[in-house]
């Protein structure tokens, strides 16, 4: 029987889209836009995630990298992406909505050091009874300890965990752990389905 639901983050709770933040910071030009998002997909981004580096230091290798009239904003879209935050629209809800039911409600997520600053913005970080991100354990999904991990931080049984995430690799160790999981893909509707296909009442 399913007792808890753990949730991602990034494009499960709130909205992580790297060419959205590179608008909002003025970014023009399809060239400047595609040296900016080598941000977000450099290694740097995950060691960031997995806590070798804090936010400045990878800013302070990234940016020599990039023409110095984009260095600023690479500093600006490191620090401050989250400003504003925005939610994936109907998850919130559906997280009170779960909350009511009884089950406990955790976070899993890749972030960095910066993540608990900002989950305090997040509206539906209330309704959460525990949260494990990677920065602090310096392991990244989907390594399959960082599961184990959670598991032995909350003391949870692995298939009384329903787990949900944007990226099919993260899903996939889940269930090769044993916690059963579901790929979001930003439909909420098709999320409780798959929510009621696992036994966990939700409404349609």
């Not at 970014?27 to 806590?51: A, C, N, Q, Y």
């Amino acid at each position: 029987m399913i007792r808890n639901i753990v949730f991602d983050m990034g494009n499960v709770i709130i909205r992580f889209d790297p060419d959205a933040f590179i608008d909002r910071f003025g970014v023009s030009g399809e060239d400047h836009k595609t040296l900016i998002r080598e941000v977000f997909r450099s290694p740097e981004w995950v060691m960031m995630d997995r806590g070798v580096l804090t936010d400045e230091q990878a800013a302070d290798v990234l940016c020599p990298r990039l023409p110095e009239r984009l260095r600023e904003t690479a500093r600006k879209l490191i620090a401050l992406w989250d400003r504003p935050i925005y939610e994936v629209e109907g998850v919130c809800p559906l997280i009170e909505e779960l909350k009511g039911l009884g089950y406990g409600i955790y976070l899993l997520s890749n972030a960095s050091c910066r993540q608990p600053d900002y989950w305090q913005r997040v509206p539906a970080a209330r309704f959460f009874d525990g949260t494990l991100i990677s920065y602090a354990v310096r392991l990244v999904k989907p390594m399959p300890e960082i599961y184990e991990k959670f598991f032995e931080t909350f003391s949870l049984r692995r298939e009384e965990c329903f787990f949900i995430d944007d990226n099919p690799a993260n899903v996939e160790a889940s269930i090769y752990v044993g916690m059963p999981a579901a790929v979001f893909d930003g439909d909420v509707g098709r999320l409780r389905a798959k929510l009621r296909e696992a036994g966990v009442p939700v409404r349609e």
